[in-house]
């Protein structure tokens, strides 16, 4: 309660000023058109559902002139809701812009005034191009808090609406079983209410995802770092997490729908876990070190510690697996499918997750467009804006790896081909089940 207090105070601290600056009065005219429009929409709504019950009363009936009439009706409260709907994107989108090209004058002007952006290189305290991060958070932020503003709106009055629509009809009709009228003051409402409570607990039990999300942080400056763990700090209700150990032993997850994953790298431990109390939560898991000098060394010289309570998970090049990796890989092998599985079973034995990256399979005949043969980026990166050291050459070879991998067990399997790899996966968890 307290994260979503804070979370609001600080919405309203950043969004407030606009509607109180020389451009409020179109501003609040703007988003008093969009509010009213809503509501609007969600009258319509309500008169749908009514056409709805006289329409199909008409059709039960074969009552051909109330037909004909609800076909005309059902036509003009479309009509109404298209031109609404329309209006309002473009009254939402106006409103953005107006609102979005004063907070980018506001910061902008605030980070040009005086030499800040000069005071803060000298201070080692510069952020990677303001200028467009300005651009960009400015136009995240307003989108989405009118986005989820306006949502919230609209689902209130719909639900408010849409309950005195089931206490009406709880009155006209009792509820009927076994041949008895049995008498329970707006059952229609009550009975919506436990079942969205009952679907909303089965479907977080039976069908709730776990969603790993991996930290590839390109530069850890300690004030990055920190500022990284109070963002997970206040998400913390979303983040499976575990508590620090005072021996460093791996303690039982706390699942939720959030894994959040990061590097091997010290610095981040530091943060991370080292200025972390024993018994606190951690929220962020780094990978163990690698030897990396010998990728086709054994795997208990390229990975020769067990699981902490920090370092839970191995993060490998598919170089440990084929020598020279995506692009020097040939046939798929009894020989290769032999080492995934050793390198699979001595992470476990460790008690760690294992994850190979990144496996991509686009063939020479690809549809897009290649880069510009002289530019810097052809040089890596392939005409989907990948990179060439991670493409096996051909979707069937990148799918023979996936079938590999996923077989033996691989607990992370990275590719740029997401939604390919998802569909295979799901084919394959089909054939196991009983």
């Not at 981040?268 to 898991?285: A, C, E, I, N, T």
Request: net charge negative; aromatic share 12%; proline share 4%.
């Amino acid at each position: 309660m307290n994260n979503i207090r804070s979370t609001l105070a600080a919405v309203w601290r950043i969004a407030a000023p606009y509607f109180y600056s020389e451009d409020k009065w179109a501003g609040r005219g703007l988003l008093a058109a969009v509010i009213a429009i809503e509501l609007a929409v969600v009258f319509l709504t309500v008169l749908f559902n009514r056409w709805n019950n006289v329409f199909y009363n008409a059709l039960q009936e074969r009552n051909q002139a109330v037909f004909t009439y609800q076909i005309g009706y059902f036509c003009v409260l479309a009509a109404f809701w298209i031109g609404l709907k329309v209006y309002q994107l473009y009254l939402n989108q106006w409103l953005q812009i107006r609102w979005r090209r004063w907070m980018t004058d506001r910061y902008l002007g605030g980070w040009l005034h005086d030499a800040n952006h000069y005071r803060m290189q000298l201070l080692g305290d510069a952020a990677d191009n303001p200028d467009q991060r300005i651009a960009e958070d400015t136009q995240r932020f307003v989108e989405q808090t009118l986005q989820l503003g306006i949502g919230l709106l609209s689902a209130v009055v719909t639900l408010v609406s849409f309950v005195f629509i089931l206490w009406g009809l709880s009155n006209e009709a009792p509820l009927h079983l076994f041949g008895k009228d049995i008498a329970i003051p707006s059952y229609l409402v009550w009975g919506a209410l436990i079942y969205a409570v009952l679907g909303t607990t089965l479907t977080h039990l039976i069908g709730w995802p776990l969603i790993t999300l991996n930290l590839d942080l390109k530069s850890e400056e300690p004030e990055h770092l920190s500022a990284i763990w109070q963002s997970l700090e206040s998400h913390r209700t979303w983040l499976t997490s575990a508590p620090r150990t005072a021996d460093g032993s791996e303690a039982p997850l706390t699942v939720r729908p959030i894994l959040v994953l990061t590097g091997s790298s010290n610095a981040q431990q530091k943060v991370f876990y080292d200025d972390r109390p024993v018994g606190s939560d951690l929220l962020v898991f780094g990978s163990v070190h690698t030897f990396e000098q010998n990728p086709q060394a054994t795997p208990s010289v390229l990975e020769p510690e067990a699981a902490t309570d920090y370092r839970r998970w191995w993060n490998n090049p598919w170089d440990v697996v084929e020598a020279g990796g995506q692009t020097k890989a040939g046939l798929w092998t009894p020989a290769d499918a032999s080492r995934l599985k050793a390198l699979v079973e001595h992470a476990h034995n460790h008690g760690l997750w294992i994850r190979f990256y990144t496996l991509d399979g686009v063939g020479s005949g690809s549809a897009e467009k290649d880069l510009e043969p002289t530019s810097e980026a052809s040089k890596t990166l392939s005409s989907f804006g990948w990179f060439r050291g991670y493409n096996f050459g051909s979707p069937a070879a990148v799918e023979q790896r996936w079938r590999a991998a996923a077989g033996a067990g691989v607990d992370f399997i990275a590719s740029d081909q997401y939604e390919q790899l998802a569909a295979l996966l799901r084919t394959l968890s089909q054939r196991v089940q009983p």
